[in-house]
Structure formats: structure tokens, C-alpha cells
């Protein structure tokens, strides 16, 4: 079913994931081009990459995030395909048009429907049509202070505002009453523009202990749409993940399937391909309700890897070659035991501070059920520039209790000297009664601290 096999990648990203990425090309068989910033000159994917461009300085809107310097590099390497990874351009529709305009393939949705997943409150819209549950809210954008205080009255405070271009947790605001609606309203309306170019703001019930639950699925380019089960996101900070897991130890069966069923339909019918995530809220009831879609791989990928035996990011640019789902998968998705992620940040475990530097000593953990996906290495830099993950260790055992114990033996051995990180924090995240009996939701940390 390819249309043609991929003779060369270039992977537009830094750290631990432009190297995962070499590693499924490598997999595959594929060349790669990697492109990296001054900063970037003596990392890890610069060395183990085919080959290797200089796009620019290390502020990533010179080098990173400048397209014309990327599809410069692309073209003088002559790749047949791009690998976004994640954050920076992975989810730019733009981007995406570009590279297809000059005969580069995006690896990732089409641009049109990465467009439209970056419109929350179309996506909220399209996901309602083919019956997955979101919560009650708004139609569509709030016209005015009066259309805001009609709907809030309806539903029932609390209710939170949210900038319709938006996302990952910017430019929402919580609303507990009518009287402080229109001057909240006008607040987000105001920051959205500012920030995001477009001042839309829709209205939904605000959830005040959710959990954060996302599905991750897999789309190829004939239709075919396979959802891989759920991640567990709730342990974070400020909207920053810190821990992840798979399967979410809240999630009912009985909800799970009936969710996947109805996504399933609504991935069809909008003409998603590759893989995506979509994120969900669940109550106190243990309900689901969608809130938005990532159309990217993400960086919490290796619990869903460790539980079905499926490489994401593989799938990935074989979806992108013209393969078929069932070609890919070889069978049923089937699911073995639980997979924990830790983060493992270049930052201070108490203040939460960035704490780039050089690693002057470093041990990594293996062993039984042990993955470590990292670009760091000993004498290594964590410049400053970017965000500060160093690595991500993922435990997998054949149940949740076997996942913590492995995890901890992990940690134990985890060495980083140089810099400060988070594995003190991890060490004592999975100590606490409530995280080891998973009953927790996204204020754990903000309570414990
Ligand atoms: C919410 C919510 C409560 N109610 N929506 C934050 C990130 C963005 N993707 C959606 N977010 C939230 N939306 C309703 N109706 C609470 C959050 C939220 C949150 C969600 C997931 C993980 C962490 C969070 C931390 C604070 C707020």
C-alpha cells in the first residue's frame, strides 16, 4: 500500500525527541537529517543523525521555529519528509502547508484539519455531533456579556471562560458568580487577541477536582482509525505534566469503551490521519468529557508504547508512506500490564526553578521493565534556552504495583550531577498514600506542596 518509501527524513526538533525519532528511522532503515541550533551543535541527534544543518541561533524563533530556514535545510538535503515531534511546529498548520507545497511530507495530520483542531470550541462542536460527551457550555463563541450570563445562569456557576485559540491551559478564566462575568469576560477576551491573534471565548461548566485523561489514537490515510487506550495525566504543575501512566487507574471499563466507540467515529468523519491525542476531563463521577485535541506526538507517547507493544512513532511515518492501519498494527491492538512515566527536568525539586548546566556525572537506569528515552549524556549541556526535560524514565510492569516498585528501583539508580532535577520530587510523588492508592486529581501537587 506505499505509495513510495521515505529515502531520507529531517527531523525538525531538538533533545530526547528528535533522537527517538532517529532511533524509529534507524528502525526503519531510513537516512535522517537533523537541524539544530548553535546551542544545539554538540547534542546527541547532531552525532548520531546522517547527516546535519545549522538553522540558526539558539533563540528558537531564529532556528526552531524559523520555517524558512528549516525547509531551506530540507531542500538542500533533499529529504522526501519532516518530523515535527513535538511542541514547535508540530501543530502549525502553516508549517505543514508549506512543507506540502514543496513537495515535503508533513508527517502529521493534514494542515486543514490541524487548523481546525487548534479552534477548540470547532472541535468541541465536531465532537459533539458524533456523540462524544462534553460538558455543557456555550454554542459555539459568546457574542456578548448578556449571551455570557444566559448560558452561566443556565448550566450554573462555577463556569470558566476559555480563548477558543487557545489550549494547554492559557487564557482561561474561572467565574463563580454573574456580577464579576462581563468584566472576566472582557479580561479574556482582551488576552486571547493579544495572545493568540483571534479574541474568541467560549463558556463551559468548570470542573474543580478533574482528572486528566487522553486517549491516543492512530489514523492512516484510508480511513482506518485505532484507539490505543488512555493515559492518566493528572499528576502535574502549572500545566506541566510531571508523571504519567497507562491505563488510568479511575477509568471504568465500561466508560472507556463506550469513549474509544464514539471517537473512533468522530476521527473518521473529521479526516484525521496519523497519530493524535485527545484530552479529556473526568468529574467526580468518574464521567469523561472531551476538551481538545493534540495533533502530535506527545511526550508522555512511551506508557501507550509499553502497554500495546506498538512504536508510535514508527506508525507514524509509515502512516505518512501510504500504509494501512492493519498493515502497521499485524492484528488486534492488545494490551499487557501498566507503564509509568517520570519526567526527569533540569530544575530545582523544591522551587521548580530551571537549573540548566552541565552534567558532570551521570548514571542511567536499566534492568527489567526500565526505558529511558534521553539526549543527555555525561559532560552533556541542558542549555537554557528551551524547556528542561533531560529525560524520561518508563517503568512497566505487569501491574501497577510492579510499575511503582520498578519505577522507585529506577529512580534509586538514576544519577544526575551538575545540574539540579526532579528525581528527588518522583522519589517522593510515589510515596504518597494517595498516589500509590490512585485516588488523586490535577491539584495533588498543589495540595501537597
Ligand atoms: C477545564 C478545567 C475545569 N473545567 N475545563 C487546563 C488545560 C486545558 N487543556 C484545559 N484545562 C482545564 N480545563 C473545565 N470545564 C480545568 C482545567 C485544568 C486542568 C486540566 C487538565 C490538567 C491540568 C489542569 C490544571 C488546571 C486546570
Sequence with gaps: MASAPFKKILIANRGEIALRI???????????????????????????????????????????????????????????????????????????????????????????????????????????????????????????????IETAAKIGFPVILKASAGGGGRG?????????????????????????????????????????????????????????????????????????????PALRPEVRNRVSEKLKEAIKAIGYSNAGTVEFLMDENGDLYFIEVNARIQVEHPVTEAVTGIDLVKSQIRIAMGETLPEILGGPVQFYGHAIECRINAENPVTFAPSPGRITGLNLPGGNGIRVDTHAYQDGVIPPYYDSLVAKLIAHGKDRDEAIARMKRALDLFVVEGIHTSIPLHKRILNEPDFVAGTFD????????
Design 22 to 148: 532517529i532511533c524509529a528511522c534507524k528502525d526503519l532503515g531510513i537516512p535522517t537529517v537533523a537541524v539544530y541550533s548553535e546551542a544545539d551543535r554538540h547534542s546527541l541527534p547532531v552525532r548520531f543523525a546522517d547527516q546535519a544543518v545549522c538553522i540558526g541561533p539558539a533563540k528558537s524563533a531564529r532556528s526552531y521555529l524559523d520555517i524558512p530556514s528549516i525547509i531551506s535545510a530540507a531542500e538542500i538535503t533533499n529529504v522526501d519528509a519532516i518530523h515535527p515531534g513535538y511542541g514547535f511546529l508540530s501543530e502549525n498548520a502553516g508549517f505543514a502547508e508549506v512543507c506540502e507545497m514543496s513537495g515535503i511530507k508533513f508527517i502529521g495530520p493534514k494542515p486543514g484539519v490541524i487548523a481546525s483542531m487548534g479552534i477548540k470550541e470547532r472541535a468541541r462542536a465536531i465532537m459533539k455531533d458524533y456523540g462524544v460527551p462534553i460538558l455543557p457550555g456555550s454554542e459555539g463563541v459568546l457574542q456578548s456579556p448578556e449571551e455570557a
Design 172 to 248: 482561561m478564566r474561572v467565574c463563580w458568580n454573574a456580577e464579576e462575568l462581563p468584566g472576566l469576560l472582557n479580561q479574556a477576551q482582551q488576552e486571547a487577541g493579544a495572545a493568540f491573534s483571534s479574541a474568541d471565548v467560549y463558556l463551559e461548566k468548570f470542573i474543580q477536582a478533574p482528572r486528566h485523561i487522553e486517549f491516543q489514537l492512530l489514523a492512516d490515510e484510508h480511513g482506518n482509525v485505532e484507539i490505543l487506550g488512555e493515559r492518566e495525566c493528572s499528576i502535574q504543575r502549572r500545566h506541566q505534566k510531571l508523571l504519567e501512566e497507562s491505563p488510568s
Design 442 to 449: 490535577t491539584n495533588f501537587i498543589k495540595r501537597w506542596m
